[in-house]
Every structure is written in structure tokens, then in C-alpha cells.
């Protein structure tokens, strides 16, 4: 990410992205409603804000007519938001012609989207406005956090200069570490989870249980608890209050908090941090008062996109720094935009919608909320069936009492952009008792939303873009029926069916279309890939399997293999595999790696009786042979930069290759032996999320054209396709 995101670069053990910029000294305070400007705006201002006012969608426009306080803006998928917020941004610099020193901070949940709005803004700034790219800053979250707290050391308790971030998973070491040195310390505990209710003492049956708590119960639960409980404001002392309140005869709580307490231990003794730290961090920074002052009289506004992803500590964050300190009281000069309906990342994070909408409950008992209910992303018959499944939902489960019977489980074509004539859904076969399949055969069907304050939904219909609307190829008319429902008899007819309807999609439109399946789970899409692969290969189909794809990039996994080898040259699996590398890269010819690979010794050092090598292979012998000599000539740590270089790795690879080293090298410091470098990139590839510096757009690469993209639905979050399979 460019310099002007936002976010000023810290040294975390990698040499980090640049995370947002620093704001700079204090201001004059503001008042929680922003006063009029005193020096009337320039007249040719004044006409392009018109004009920008008026290309935006009523809901839009609400947010372009902000003028101080909260706001809530509850929109419907593809409505617009980060042009709205794009806009408004623009438009409040205008108006109040805002500068370095008194500033918007935008806020969004990832960085392709902090990027994605942040050329928005200065588009309309530079185009429409002729205004100074200056006046805001554009952040993820914990990019914010980050910001805050490396400018107060001594405050946010965080030793930046020497740790490293981490974003360890389940089966990271530092849990697993956690979890045997809890084990160690906790004898009795661990005995009554072993022993359970019924035990005999059998010996295979106490190693069975011994593996399982081991490797995935506490594991598991310790993973859960810490990041639940650290994204929540709690210290383990906390948890260890609570032990007093629970009553179960495993002491789970206890075990919990003791798991939290070993795992915090094992952090500060290694320096490390994790992106809960971050957050944290910068609320201990404002707890002092001079600080918060300080930061506060710098902020204008904050404007958060994609507000339903916050939990509540992270939205506590961005409305300390939204208010004014002359006026504390007064209402935070905050715009929270999102969809209160949308809860797919409250799967893996501790976000819930439930905090939104409740703060949108409160804004419009002050008629401050906006609602921007206009969507061109999807046909007619898809926001209809949208529509009518948010409905029925409110009604099955809204505490009326009706017993639901599920929405057309396994749902395998939905055709939600293309050309053609609207025609006739087509079932197959029919959903029986199911809602969405009466529907469908009765569209005109009204469903009564029940009146119950516990509603799992908003009351919040998506409607259609007017006629004039800018965005090109609105609500395009559906391919088919525009909706198709099929219930496969298994997996395997899944495939099929999926298989089929692929292929006449291609046939009849060729290479001019996209085409995605959604998938629940990684594992899931890495099967339909590798089931799908033969038909569609048979038909040159290229199929973009996105978690294969961007499984913690290539780049370490091949810098591994390459090293592996290097310390075990005479082991036939780390040769075969360093070899492959070598023809993927297309470096050696392809030949017979297996030929290669069943005599190591005879192949990379032929002796004077061996039979003579082909030219292929002595290609491929000059290369592994370069590899040791380099092995042997260079010190540990500039191994990595020279299996890169040697790979003839792009600008991105390179940088992805410079960055894995610096946090190599800051993870065996003081230990730099090849076991310990083999360690380290065996743990960052299995077990930890390691983002590799992109040069290319990630939307651009999942959404082109003439490809059949395999992605989870978290992933596919706010991207479009012409067709989309569930």
C-alpha cells in the first residue's frame, strides 16, 4: 500500500506496509457540530459540490448533507457505501476546508478497501473539487490503533521496537506451547478433563483422550477464550473473577483463564504482540487525559465504513477519538455506515451486527439515520428472492412461534448478472415444503413481518436503482429464469450438476463473462476444485481456486522447499521437491524428477563409470549444485534474498521474499542455524497468516473474466460475477 493510506510504517520485527499517516500537531478545537465556515466557499466550488450532490442516491445525499454529530447510515448490499463516504469525505473538506492539522479519519475494516476509498476521495478532490489532496486520512482499524500507539511508548505498554505481530491460529506453537506448560502446571485439572464421567482407566482409551485435549480441545478452546477475551477489554484476572461465579465440575473458567494467563506470559517472555495488542494499546494511550486531548483536537470526524465488523472496544476507540474535548458531552462527530443484515465476518471475529443496529436505534430517536436501500449490483429476481428470504426469516424465527423448514438448502446456480430476456424460474427439481420454492412459483405472495422487537433481521428491502442512475449496467436483466434452485442427490451430483450449467455458460457467452462458487470453507472449495478440474480442463476452462491460490503465497513454501534441500541434500523427497520448484519456475527443463530423485548422489555428483547425463539433466544439475555451493559460501541469513533472486522472483515476489527474511531473521536472532530457519518458515506456512506485498488488485485477479473463480463466501465479500454458484 502506497505511503498516502495513512498509516506511518513501525518496525514490528517485518518490515511492515505502511499502515496510515501520522497526524501532526494540535489545533484549534472544534465543536461537536462543525460551525459554518467564516470565508464563503469559492463560487466554482459551490457548483461542483452541486454537482456532486447531485449524482449521489438519496441515501448518499444524507450523508453528503452531514453537518456535525452521529450518524447512522443503515445500507442494503451494493448500495454505495464507500461512494457515499467518499463523497461526504470530499465534501465536508470543502465545506469546512479542513487541512493536515484538523482532519477526517476514514475507517474501514480492510486495507483493499481503505485503498479502494481513498482514491475515491482524491478523485473527487483533484476532479471535481480542485482541492489539495489534504484534510483526511484513511485507515484500517488496527492501522489506526497502531498509529496511536507508537506515538506514546510509554503509554500503550508496547515494546514496538523490538516485537514482532503475529496472528497466531489454532495449531500455532506459541499455543501449543501454551497449552503443555498449562497441562504441566495444572495436574488436577487436566486429570478430571481426562477422567471425564465415565473412565475404566483403560490404556488406549487414556491415550486416545490424551491426544485429543492435547491437539484439539484445549488448543481449540484457548484460541477461543483468548481472543474473545482480549478483543472484549478483559485480562485473565478478569476470567479468574468469574471462576467464582460458574459452578461446573470441569472448571472450564478456571482452565480458561488459566490458559489466557499462560498465554499472555508466553507473549511478553518472546515479544510478541497480536492485532487484539494493538487495540488495547491505543486505549490505554487515551486513558491519559493530555493524550487523548491531543489527538482528539487533531480529528475532525471519523467516518467508519463496514461499521458492522466492529466489536464494541474497537467502535469505544474510534468515539473517543471523535469527540470533541471542549464539549465532551455533546454527541461524537461520528458516521458509522453499514448493513445491519450482514454478519459474515462476526463469524471469526468478535463483531456483532446486533452493536450497529443498536446503534442505529439510538440515531433515529434523533433523526440521525440515514437509509440507503438502492442496490444495482443484482437482477430484479435476485433482490426479490433476497427480499422475500429476509422475510420469511424475521417471520420463522421473529418469536411468532411458526416452525421454519429451512431455505432451499443447497442451492447450486444463481444467475445474478448477464443479458437476455426475463423468463420463467425453472426447479430442479422442486423444493418441496420449502418457502423460497412457493415463492418463486407464486412471486406475488406477501409475507407479514411479526411484531417483535427481536427480529434476527432490520425491516430494510432492497430496491432498485432509478432509470437515470450513473452505475453502468444497473440491475441487468437475468440470464434464464435468474434464479435456479437444484437439490442434488450428494456432492458428487453436485458437481455435476454445477459441472454442466458451467459449461453451456461458457459455451454460449465464450470468454466475456465471469462465473464464481461460493464455498463455505477452504477445504470445501480445494475438493470442488480438484473435482471440477478434468471436465473443465477438457473444455479450457481455466479454474481459479482462490485458497490454493493464496495460501499464504508461494513464496515461503518455495523458499522452504529450496532450503530444505539445502540442509538435506541427500534426501530424495526434499530433491524431487526442490526440483519441481525448479521446473514450475521453468528454470530446468521438465524430465523425470522421479529418476532424478531415487539416486541423489549419483545425480549431483556422477562418477566416472555412471552412465552419462542428458542435457536436461545436466541443466538441472548446474542448478542444485549452484544452490549447495551457494549453501556453503553464504551466511544464513542472506539465503533467502538469494533463493529469490536465483528464482528470477517479480518486483512483488521480491518484496514478499525481503519481508519473510526480516521476520525470519528477527525470530532466530541470536539462534541463526539452518534448524532454526527451517523452524520458523515451517511455522509461518503452517500455522500463522502470512501476507505476502501484492502488486496486483486482488479483486482484479478474482474477478476476471473467462475464468471459473472457487471462493469462500467471507472472501467474496462486496465482488460481483455475472454468474454465481452456492
Keep these: 500500500m502506497n505511503e498516502d493510506i495513512g498509516v506511518r510504517s513501525q518496525e514490528l520485527g517485518v518490515r511492515s506496509q505502511e499502515l ?17 465556515p467564516t470565508v464563503p466557499p469559492v463560487p466554482t466550488v459551490s457548483i461542483a459540490w452541486e454537482r456532486i450532490r447531485n449524482s ?19 445500507a442494503v448490499p451494493g448500495a454505495g457505501k464507500s461512494t457515499g463516504m467518499a463523497a461526504a469525505t470530499a465534501l465536508a473538506i470543502a465545506r469546512y476546508q479542513l487541512h493536515a492539522k484538523k482532519a477526517i479519519v476514514v475507517v474501514t475494516f480492510t486495507r483493499s478497501a481503505a485503498a479502494n476509498i481513498k482514491a475515491k476521495i482524491r478523485n473527487y478532490l483533484h476532479r471535481d473539487l480542485s482541492l489539495p489532496l489534504k484534510g483526511f486520512v484513511v485507515n484500517t482499524l488496527h492501522g489506526l490503533a497502531l498509529n496511536i500507539a507508537s506515538r506514546y511508548p510509554d503509554l500503550s505498554g508496547l515494546p514496538l521496537d523490538t516485537a514482532t505481530l503475529i496472528a497466531p491460529s489454532q495449531s500455532h506453537r506459541l499455543i501449543r506451547t501454551c497449552v503443555e506448560q498449562w497441562i504441566a502446571n495444572n495436574p488436577r485439572l487436566y486429570s478430571q478433563l481426562l477422567e471425564g464421567r465415565q473412565f475404566d482407566g483403560e490404556e488406549t482409551e487414556r491415550l486416545r483422550r490424551q491426544s485429543v485435549l492435547r491437539t484439539e480441545i484445549l488448543p481449540s478452546l484457548a484460541h477461543l477464550v483468548i481472543h474473545e477475551a482480549k478483543s472484549s477489554g478483559y485480562q485473565p484476572q478478569k476470567l479468574w473473577d ?50 487523548r486531548v491531543y489527538e482528539q483536537r487533531q480529528v475532525f470526524a471519523v467516518f467508519e465504513d463496514e461499521a458492522q465488523d466492529s466489536s464494541p472496544l474497537q467502535t469505544k476507540l474510534l468515539e473517543i477519538l471523535a469527540t470533541d474535548p471542549d464539549n465532551p458531552a455533546n454527541p461524537p462527530n461520528l458516521i458509522r455506515v453499514g448493513d445491519p443484515n450482514q454478519a459474515i465476518n462476526s463469524t471469526f471475529t468478535p463483531a456483532d451486527p446486533i452493536y450497529f ?10 433523526q440521525q439515520l440515514a437509509t440507503m436501500d438502492r442496490a444495482g449490483r443484482s437482477t430484479r429476481k435476485i433482490i426479490e428472492a433476497a427480499n422475500f428470504a429476509l422475510e420469511w426469516v424475521n417471520r420463522a424465527y421473529g418469536g411468532v412461534g411458526t416452525r421454519a423448514t429451512g431455505v432451499g438448502t443447497r442451492a447450486t446456480g444463481v444467475g445474478t448478472r448477464g443479458q437476455g430476456e426475463e423468463s420463467k424460474i425453472t426447479l430442479l427439481p422442486p423444493l418441496r415444503e420449502s418457502p423460497l420454492s412457493e415463492w418463486l412459483q407464486n412471486p406475488k405472495s406477501k409475507i407479514q413481518n411479526p411484531k417483535s422487537a427481536e427480529l434476527p ?4 428491502k432492497i430496491q432498485p436503482v432509478d432509470l437515470n442512475d450513473p452505475q453502468p449496467d444497473a440491475n441487468p436483466t437475468s440470464i434464464g429464469g435468474g434464479l435456479e434452485l437444484c437439490t442434488p442427490r450428494d456432492i458428487h451430483h453436485t458437481v455435476e450438476l454445477i459441472g454442466k450449467r458451467v459449461i453451456s455458460l461458457f459455451a454460449e457467452a465464450g470468454n466475456e463473462i465471469g462465473v464464481a462458487i461460493l464455498v463455505r470453507e477452504n477445504r470445501q472449495g480445494r475438493w470442488l476444485a480438484e473435482a471440477l478440474t478434468p471436465i473443465c480442463r477438457e473444455h479450457n476452462i481455466p479454474i481459479y481456486e482462490v485458497s490454493e491460490s493464496d495460501r499464504h503465497s508461494h513464496v ?27 521446473v514450475q519456475r521453468q528454470l530446468i527443463p521438465t524430465q523425470d524428477l522421479n529418476a532424478l530423485a531415487s539416486v541423489p548422489e549419483q545425480f549431483l555428483y556422477p562418477g566416472p563409470l555412471d552412465p552419462p547425463q542428458a542435457e536436461p539433466v545436466k541443466r538441472a544439475r548446474y542448478f542444485c549444485r549452484s544452490l549447495l ?39 532466530i536472532a541470536g539462534t541463526n542455524s539452518m534448524s532454526a530457519i527451517l523452524s520458523v518458515l515451517s511455522e509461518i506456512i503452517n500455522s500463522e497468516r502470512f501476507e505476502p506485498v501484492e502488486t496486483e488488485q486482488l479483486e482484479a485477479r478474482y474477478t476476471r473474466l473467462g475464468q471459473l473463480t472457487i471462493i469462500t463466501m467471507h472472501k467474496a465479500k462486496g465482488l460481483d460475477w455475472d454468474y454465481v454458484f452456492l
Design 357 to 366: 443496529r443498536r446503534f442505529c436505534e439510538d440515531c433515529d430517536k434523533q
Design 556 to 582: 515461503p513454501a518455495e523458499i522452504l522447499t529450496l532450503l530444505q534441500f539445502l540442509d538435506r541434500p541427500h534426501s530424495p523427497d526434499y530433491l524431487k521437491a526442490a526440483l519441481a520448484v525448479l
Design 20 to 36: 496510515g499517516a501520522k497526524i501532526n500537531s494540535s489545533a484549534s478545537s472544534t465543536s461537536s457540530v462543525p460551525p459554518v
Design 56 to 74: 449521489l442516491r438519496p441515501g448518499q445525499q444524507q450523508m453528503a448533507d452531514w453537518q456535525g454529530g452521529s450518524l447512522a447510515v443503515s
Design 629 to 667: 555451493r551457494a549453501r556453503m559460501e553464504l551466511p544464513h541469513y542472506q539465503l533467502i534474498s538469494f533463493l529469490a533472486l536465483t528464482l528470477n522472483y517479480d518486483q512483488a515476489e521480491l518484496a514478499t521474499a525481503d519481508k519473510l527474511g526480516e521476520r525470519v531473521s528477527q525470530q
Design 242 to 291: 468469574l471462576t467464582q461465579e460458574t459452578t461446573d465440575e470441569y472448571e472450564i473458567m478456571a482452565i480458561a483463564a488459566g490458559l489466557y494467563e499462560q498465554y499472555e506470559k508466553l507473549m511478553r517472555s518472546r515479544d510478541f504482540i497480536d492485532y487484539d495488542d494493538m487495540i488495547l494499546a491505543a486505549l490505554r494511550v487515551l486513558e491519559n487525559p493530555s493524550a
Design 457 to 460: 433481521f432490520r425491516l430494510q
